[in-house]
């Protein structure tokens, strides 16, 4: 079998069903299925994901790689290595890709050397959500309203890995993402794909929608372990702390 242009890494643990909607949008892609491969990385799951991956019939290449819980970084960097793919595009397993998030991110990178590019995500609240749910998911809707308008420009910060490519070079060459943070690892890579000179370029058509089912107990403990990684990250280099911790 032939090499492909890109890879697409998703990471997965015990969400069998969120993840089965994912490849199913990946079905519908403008972009010809020979041009890309999919590598999901099993993250120790036990919900029957890996039989869901074994009896899955798809008209893209496809691998499910099993590891043993290591968390979602080093399901990412796993996935980079597995890859045989020019670019790695990642999706979180909750994303519902829009037909051409695909070949916008193939676009993307063989229109400028060095290219992070980053996709649009929307949220649809699942569920009871409740009022911190629905806040969040306003503040969420406004970032990428702002994007989408000009009134802001994509930095570092907005390098989110449930909707992100980059060449498979450059990040073997900075050895991924960080495992020594439970959260903000996407931001914190994007921080140092940013310092070695990758154009950053956002891809309002890249779209993709994303499955929110947490309420209030579970994004707040985000939040507060987002927080801590910024603290980390700004302990490491000080010159994060006025788009970091000094923003939020």
Known sequence: MGSVALSVIIPT???VELLRACLDALNRQTQPPETFEVVVIVDGSTDG???MLENLEAPFRFRAVRQENSGQAAALNR????ASGR???FLDDDIVAAPE???EHLRAQQSQNRT???GQITLELAGRADWYAHAFAEGWRQHYQDLNSGASSLTWEGCYSGNLSAPRDVLLSLQGFSTQLSRGFDIELGYRLWQA???LQYLSAAAGCQIENKRFRELSRDAERAGAAEFRMYQRDPATLSQSLGKR
Do not use: P
Not at 79 to 82: D, L, S
């Open 13 to 15: 643990y015990n969400r």
């Open 49 to 51: 994901t890996m039989e």
């Open 79 to 82: 996935g980079i290595v597995e």
């Open 87 to 89: 670019y790695c595009l």
């Open 101 to 103: 998030l695909i070949s």
């Open 116 to 118: 992070v590019a980053v």
């Open 197 to 199: 000179g990758c154009h």
